[in-house]
């Protein structure tokens, strides 16, 4: 099982550029959830889809798009993509009742 | 306004001694707490976690302590070890719909020396 799987792992872009990130999971799961982390901000919520066809936005989601496909694949979007956006972004999914399973991450770059 | 907050951004630990990574946190509605572990390149993983009825949850050599009046958790390891080498977010549960939404802290980088 390879639970949460994000593609790409890397990726540079330049200023005003556009891509996908993209996130599936293999574990059944309803919840799925964007974040992205960068120096001294931890870990901080771009959006959430709670089940298959519904998506809120967290506490960071401007300059950012997602679409919740079906129950397997959440992707996020940067539609022109500035260098405040250089950061590391995960994708993960809830684990029993509590829990997160994160994927490895995609370390975006915006020059 | 950083509702989880850990202040301590770096620790450094000789190994077989005790490590305690603490986290305050703000919002009096949490209800749940999670202790996450990230290395390098990877993605964080679950390590231990605590409910807000409790003060206190073991798991092998680490433990979790809940000081709710305090508003203050803390996660002790004993002994440390140098694969405890990692990142540490503690993070809080304030939504009981089915989101369930995590706070995550800023992080505390633990070295454990030889």
């Known amino acids: 099982n390879a639970g949460v799987t994000q593609t790409p792992k890397f990726q540079v872009l330049k200023t005003g550029q556009s891509m996908t990130l993209q996130c599936a999971q293999d574990?059944?799961?309803?919840?799925m959830y964007w974040y992205r982390q960068d120096p001294g901000m931890g870990l901080r919520l771009i959006y959430y889809?709670?089940?298959?066809?519904?998506?809120d936005k967290g506490e960071v989601p401007n300059g950012y798009n997602v679409s919740r496909l079906n129950k397997r694949e959440f992707s996020l979007r940067l539609e022109s993509a500035a260098p405040s956006q250089t950061s590391v972004y995960f994708c993960a999914t809830r684990q029993g009742h509590y829990g997160y399973t994160f994927g490895s991450g995609t370390r975006l770059t915006v020059v | 306004d950083q509702q989880v907050k850990q202040n301590s951004p770096s620790l450094s630990v000789q190994e077989g001694r005790i490590s305690i990574l603490n986290c305050d946190y703000t919002?009096?509605?949490?209800?749940?707490f999670l202790w996450y572990k990230k290395y390098p390149a990877e993605g964080p993983t679950f390590l231990i976690s605590i409910s807000s009825i409790k003060d206190k949850n073991e798991d092998g050599r680490f433990t979790v302590f809940l000081n709710k009046s305090a508003k203050h958790l803390s996660l002790h390891i004993v002994p440390s070890q140098p694969g405890d080498s990692a990142v540490y977010f503690c993070?809080?549960?304030?939504?009981?719909?089915?989101?369930?939404?995590?706070?995550f802290g800023t992080g505390t980088r633990l070295q454990v020396t030889l």
């Open positions: 574990m059944n799961h309803n919840s």
């Open positions: 919002n009096s509605m949490f209800d749940y």
């Open positions: 889809s709670a089940s298959e066809g519904t998506t």
């Open positions: 993070a809080a549960r304030g939504d009981t719909g089915t989101a369930s939404k995590l706070t």
